[in-house]
């Protein structure tokens, strides 16, 4: 070390972007689960790890690494966009989906764009669309997660009402008919919806609003094209009833919905490895953004994803996954009617798939970190949840605070019961 | 599908960043190269394919997926900072480098956040520290693609006088006097430096001007923090001479110089993994921003890499891949004195290490992609370059134009030796 003298050590000013990207709620949460590690959590939005699919991957990485030729490609950089044979074999994910052959899609694989999980093409998106000021409209409660990245960016959300089938479409029609009388619908740059089995609620938006939805973002590009946002990250996960059309597919032209899905909540999150399907005009926008970012997510993992889904194991896993989910939110349901149902005034909405129960409390009752409830129940009753205000924009609104997300997704049956019986005894001292 | 209501199609509006980010040097250059698939590529800045650690690949992957605890873990979400077993990996790897025990580093494993390549941590820094306007000084010429990344955040970038020893300390000072007398020195927030075999002119900085440079950051830091990124993703690339201290070394308190590194040109690129060690201070920003973009990289990619370097195996690849390229580096030196020694003019610099030889023209010979050079390079004699003037800062200065990046990181050292034989037929021919 050649010097003695002390640096100047002058404060570090850091960016706007810095300082919209400060105090979100995830960093919050994930300090609280590491505060409160001895509680069982029916908080974190990881996935079952028993089902983690290990001998798959085995099996996959053997293949891909058995061979030189393959085993150099999957090490060597890829491309921005991604791998030629993942794209190529999501289009055949998609159209089992659709249930549509491929070519009746209407795409091809060069409008897919492989990202770093989903969320890197919600960041993504965020950062091609908006300028600070411009406006997001949201179901509420929504993905709390990317109400962070629109903040994030400067953004402005704005709730629209919503109900158990979802964003209401003449909600939705009321929303943009006050941003027009305002002189703000040229902000408007994208509705977000989670389409099936939404983050936080539970909620799936009904078949006839999908379409409305697409119709009334088209009917009010008056200014500028208005993008709708499918976040379908939990469509695989369905534990009964009959698969809705994409909203995706309502826009047969593909130039107002994108779609985004993750390979995170079916297979595994260890391998981030997500995509989006992006109107044409879009794509160089994102491209150039992520090849800034990264130019390209891991090689890799893609090859990995792409060996599994040629092979079947991938389909044969999601089913095996989609067993032990239903068996984990019936553990739940029937907990919450055993240990909840007795308690006045509290209601929950269940679930045809996803990974999340969301309850509402008795008004008066706050599940805030703050909150009486949410202390007795990390502190005297080992148990923790996320507190649903943080599902709702904070800057443009007034949150519900009398709820809670509650995730079946990594526990065991037996301990979701055994969480469930605490938290309901959390709640019933608050009552 | 449900109409056929023609869509409004309104034009698209993206934001300011999307404009940003448009058109850089790393998008025309691709584009060159899938349009020129049949040359010989003296232009990627791949790694080569026949080194790449497939077999300890698998054995890494077989260890980490023979066992079901390891493989959930792998396959399970890591957090937004990165793998801790891989955090602290590095930290033995920085002992190594820095040749001295690891708690004599000065750091501990908190301050290592790992990235998708070293890429995203630049993207990251360049996000959390400028506003559009603030000031980025780099030499001249520099990593082009971190030229655009600053492009993308509204960034200016200024050129300071460079020379075969890197960034003149004497010229820095001049910049810095001159912003202060202009009254723009609370708008420097950075100086960038490529310590070792800088892509692409292959200069190394010397050892003074890396003491001498952290000192005149900490002198300037008068308004604000001004800080040195030292990208050092050539590092362990050394093919000759003796490792030099880093420039993050001269920061004993670690608050000035953030070190970038990586593990793909060491490695493989297709695992996507890189890290920085970060003044504390500024963990939470890039934390918050990494959280918003993608709350963490592949975990299952950190923890093959931790796999590898505890078992010794990235150690000994990382040898062989020495070897091999200094084989390559005398191939091309050697062929360039074969076949552009006798042009006069012509002069290239000596690397001791990395993946470029910078190459000189006489002044009136142009490089650039519609040069005839370029042309004739592409279209008559099948071999392709990287012009020189992508690496200058194109918005605040006038980029020579006279130069060529040569890799000999992708091809044999035959193929380089008929590479440089093509090339020195078409400078020939427009001299």
């Not at 070519?103 to 950062?127: H, K, M, N, Y």
């Not at 740059?189 to 939404?198: A, Q, R, W």
């Not at 078949?207 to 709708?228: D, F, G, N, P, Y």
């Not at 008004?363 to 709702?392: D, I, N, W």
Request: aromatic residues 8%; hydrophobic residues 40%.
């Amino acid at each position: 070390m050649l010097t003695n003298e002390r640096p100047s050590c002058r404060s570090l000013v850091l960016s706007q972007r810095a300082h919209w990207a400060a105090d979100q709620a995830i960093g919050f949460l994930m300090q609280q689960g590491l505060e409160n590690r001895d509680c069982l959590s029916l908080a974190a939005g990881f996935v079952d790890e028993s089902r983690l699919p290990v001998g798959e991957c085995r099996v996959a990485a053997d293949a891909l690494l058995g061979d030189l030729a393959s085993g150099r490609q999957a090490l060597q950089y890829g491309t921005t966009q991604g791998s030629e044979t993942l794209r190529t074999a999501i289009l055949h994910h998609l159209s089992h989906l659709e249930q549509v052959p491929v070519d009746q899609l209407g795409i091809t694989r060069e409008q897919i764009v492989l990202t770093t999980g989903s969320q890197q093409l919600l960041a993504l998106l965020a950062d091609a669309l908006f300028n600070p000021g411009d406006l997001c409209l949201v179901a509420a409660p929504t993905y709390f997660v990317f109400l962070g990245v629109l903040d994030g960016v400067g953004a402005k959300t704005l709730a629209v009402g919503t109900d158990e089938h979802g964003m209401q479409p003449e909600a939705l029609e009321q929303v943009l008919g006050e941003l027009e009388a305002a002189g703000e619908l040229s902000r408007v740059k994208m509705i977000y919806l989670v389409s099936d089995f939404e983050n936080p609620s539970g909620v799936t938006l009904a078949a006839e609003r999908r379409t409305a939805i697409v119709q009334i973002a088209k009917r009010w590009s008056k200014e500028q094209r208005i993008l709708v946002l499918e976040d379908a990250a939990y469509r695989e996960l369905r534990y009964d009833g009959k698969p809705l059309p994409s909203v995706w597919s309502q826009d047969p032209e593909h130039e107002h919905v994108i779609l985004a899905m993750t390979f995170s909540k079916s297979f595994a999150p260890g391998l981030r490895t997500g995509f989006g399907v992006l109107p044409t005009d879009l794509l160089a926008a994102v491209s150039n953004l992520k090849g800034n970012q990264d130019f390209g997510s891991a090689h890799w993992n893609q090859q990995l994803l792409a060996e599994v889904m040629v092979s079947g194991q991938y389909q044969k896993h999601v089913q095996s996954v989609r067993e032990a989910y239903r068996l984990k939110r019936d553990a739940m349901l029937a907990a919450a009617e055993e240990y909840f149902g007795p308690l006045e005034g509290v209601t929950w909405v269940r679930p045809e798939g996803g990974l999340y129960v969301w309850m509402s409390l008795p008004k008066p009752v706050e599940t805030g970190f703050q909150s009486q409830l949410f202390q007795r129940a990390t502190k005297h009753h080992q148990v923790m949840y996320v507190p649903g205000e943080l599902c709702y924009p904070q800057k443009t609104g007034t949150p519900a605070r009398h709820q809670m997300r509650l995730s079946f997704g990594v526990l065991s049956p037996e301990l979701i019961r055994e969480g469930m019986r605490r938290l309901a005894g959390a709640v019933q001292e608050c009552l």
